[in-house]
């Protein structure tokens, strides 16, 4: 098979509508693969580097990607090769699924696809989110998620209380991205559990098992944890993570969590272990969250998922992409415009 495979990668740099989430700019990458023996049918897959959160925001990921696309057989033939370049491997296996489909901007799955979303809500002063909660209510979103955690805990039991007034009946999830102390966690997860929380992401920083374990056991609001998934790149670790913290819930990015595969692994452990899980974007352009839309439509998703539009972007991919009463999908009449990539 060596010799049957051809690549190349293009840099690209996206552009934040606001710098509201702090966010200005976001790098990528691009992948691009085809068979040399039809070289006008490629697959096009997205390396979406996440800088400060991804274990492979390292020196020498640029070279790893050059090699990846210098030898494509080699990693067609053994994913396992770059375990520890998640991103990388995400966007390599969705030019592979990609090119399996005909190159159509359908991996995974050779339909349209169409997935339940939450309606996210990020920080802010008291005032934008209530208003943005507002706006999630009126956009018709039966399933809200809030992040916490950046202003004083008492405003954002008001803004709960504010939620619930107005939609007493909406699902709701909370991420708090670590902000809560080991010792305080599970007096603030009681206040919270009387606005009938679906869960809380993350309540405490990765990384500190024994704490993580008895606020799952303890903590009256189920347990999903997030970044306590980045960087368990094998099979041994991530079942001593979930044997040792037992949460109610995993959330996967595929980007930081180990690609399609890796998250395809996270879940039959989950699983077995009687563990829930959802999957969400992390920042990715269109071309990635077409990717992570398909491959949980395949699996039949139905509990709401992490994903919008890409609206962040101003210079985001034109695509069939939309959004409409708590669901993403692909509008079947609609047309991708990826050549103003190349």
């Known amino acids: 098979m060596r010799g049957e495979w051809r690549s190349y990668r ?6 934040a509508i606001t710098s509201r989430e702090r966010l200005r700019q976001k790098d990528t990458y691009f992948i691009r ?3 040399t023996h039809c ?3 490629s697959g096009l897959g997205e390396a979406a580097l996440f800088r400060g959160l991804s274990c492979d925001d390292r020196p020498g990921y640029e070279d790893m990607l050059d090699d990846v696309c210098a030898h494509p057989d080699r990693y067609a033939s053994d994913t396992g090769l770059f375990d520890e370049w998640p991103s990388i491997k995400t966007g390599f296996e969705t030019a592979l699924a990609d090119l399996a489909s005909g190159g159509v901007m359908r991996p995974f799955s050779s339909q349209p696809w169409s997935v339940p979303i939450n309606g996210l809500i990020w920080m802010g002063d008291r005032e934008t989110m209530r208003a943005r909660v507002d706006e999630k209510l009126a956009e018709g979103f039966e399933c809200i998620k809030i ?7 008492e405003e954002e039991l008001a803004l ?11 699902t709701l999830r909370l991420d708090a991205n670590g902000a809560f102390a080991p010792d305080e966690a599970v007096a603030k997860l009681d206040r919270l559990a009387r606005y009938g929380i679906h869960s809380v ?3 405490i920083k990765a990384g500190h098992y024994a704490e993580m374990e008895r606020v799952c056991r303890e903590s009256p609001v189920p347990i999903a944890l997030d970044e306590e998934l980045i960087g368990l790149n094998t099979l041994s670790r991530r079942e001593e993570m979930l044997d040792a913290i037992r949460p109610s819930y995993i959330i996967l ?17 989950a699983e077995e272990r009687g563990i829930g899980w959802w999957a969400t974007s992390a920042l990715e352009s ?8 398909a491959w949980l439509s395949c699996k039949g998703a139905e509990m709401p998922q992490g994903l919008g539009t890409g609206q962040l972007y101003h210079n985001n991919i034109p695509s069939p992409l939309r959004q409409h009463g708590g669901r993403t999908y692909i509008d079947p009449e609609g047309s991708w415009a990826t050549q103003n990539l190349f």
Request: net charge neutral; hydrophobic share 40%; glycine share 12%.
């Open 147 to 153: 992040k916490i955690g950046g202003i004083d805990f």
């Open 253 to 269: 990015k595929p980007t930081l969590c180990g690609g399609f595969s890796g998250a395809d692994e996270w879940i039959r452990l």
């Open 39 to 41: 070289p006008t049918v």
């Open 33 to 35: 693969l085809w068979h």
């Open 201 to 203: 992401e993350q309540p």
């Open 160 to 170: 709960l209380e504010y939620l619930r007034s107005r939609a007493p009946e909406v």
């Open 286 to 293: 269109n071309v990635g969250l077409n990717a992570i839309g």
């Open 10 to 15: 293009l840099n690209f740099r996206f552009t």
